[in-house]
């Protein structure tokens, strides 16, 4: 019988199958869909998402089941759900009723019986199963990870930032929609391997077939990209961290072989913890706990269970990405990732070009952990290393540039040098208030960083985020005087910067596009620094 044979049946139905007690419309002001946003999207909000997944190693094959939880917004009746080929869905059911579909490629459009209203909520289980698309080069490559650890035994996961979750889950592929009351993951495994997920383990089944269940609860908001299963020969170890919500369930799994080693090297979790609550105020998820967990994958920020494949030693695969010697004194993806849990994972771009929310604030948390531990210059020196490997190549609020990391870093350091360190702590933590589990775009962030400065700042935040120009400080020396001004840059740019003359403390100027001028103590043989805090080129125009 086709489907639509069963709509008027379903009608009658359909609201006994409907609650309507969805209390999402707070959390979903929190949610702002980017303007692109398709209406098969838009109508309705993600309330919870119960996963059930049985990977096959040896076919690289996976079926399971996610029972989606939403409540509608507005009126409508059809939903759209990623999930990309060749994984296919197999049946859909509202209440043990099989629903109507159609693929469109990488998604599928799901009719329910009848039109939902503003406040409904209903669940529907989509069944389904396929061989998912291969990552061979993970992260930068999206897809199912099937690899056997150093002793041959299974070892997978997945990587999809970017691509998104719908690489092997139907799910609402979207930054702007988490589900707001978090997620359950089901996995089922050889009972030989130890399954892992975000949150906190509920269960652990043991079957007769020789497989177990592993159920993890997560009951805070999470990206699609985030939720993440680790099959492994896991062993773990737990630590309490007293933190500024209490105590902060930390735990750690890594492969059998690795403990030792691993114990030894993640004791600077503590230091980072410490460091981060410190600027930015408490982790975002004691409720879900913090766990890190070795992946076969250098690493990637998966809300409450960190990707973590560094191989237990400081910098980044034994190197450091900021040119200088600072690198090297700590786990950059213990201390990367982790700080996404604050910028990626808690306060959440939208998806409109937003990897600068994401990257960059992470990005500045690498500096303040150098400066934490070995104090300010070594931070500058970090910072300045970095700045290093700015490309200029594309605005950074476009999200078309690798820029979103080092230039955003840049342009946070300034401002910290222009509001100093008290208020810039504030700043972040004052951020990380406004913002919790929100999902936000550009443009609220800017209106955000404005509105907490008095809008002394907006154009250096339109020059540094909106263009691609690096500003100048032209200058010439004549007659006792010191005169300068901005080139290149937008108009009416008037970003203060801190300069030296001839080695002698660090003042203030406050350039603007046209020529100012200050007399100076000394007539002849003067020199200007630029503080190199600063993100801009400085040009003498004496011989002009
Ligand atoms: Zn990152």
Redesign the pocket.
Known sequence: MHPKTLTALYISLSLALISSTCMAQSAFEKEIAPAATPSSYRWWNLLHYEIELQPDYNRQWISGTNQIRFCALHTGNTIRIDLMEPMQVTTVRLQGIALDFQRLKDYYLIHLPSFLHAGDTATITIHFEGYPQVAHNPPWESGWIWQQDQLGRPWMSIACEGTGAAIWLPCKNVLYDKPDQGISMKIRVPDTLVAVSNGRLASIQKMSDHTAIYTWVVINPISQYNIIPYIGKYISWHNNYTGLKGNLDCDFLVLDYNSEKAKHHLQQTDTMLHCFEGWLGPYPFYEDSYKLVEAPMPGM?HQSAIAYGNGFENGYSGNNLSGTSWGLKWDFILI??S??EWF?NSITSNGDGGSWI??GF??YLETLYTQDRWGTEAGNDYTAGISKRIHNDAPVITGASSDA?NKTAAMLHMLRQLIGDSLFRSFLQHMNTQFYHATISSEQVISYINRFTIYKYKTMLDQYLRTTQIPQLSYYFKGGLFRYRWENCITGFDMPVKVSFNNDPPVWLYPVEQWKEIKLEKSMDNTMKVDRNFYIKSRSIQDQ
Do not use: S
Request: aromatic share 10%; net charge negative.
């Open positions: 920020e990367h990732e700080g996404h990626g994401h990257e992470t990005k990391y």
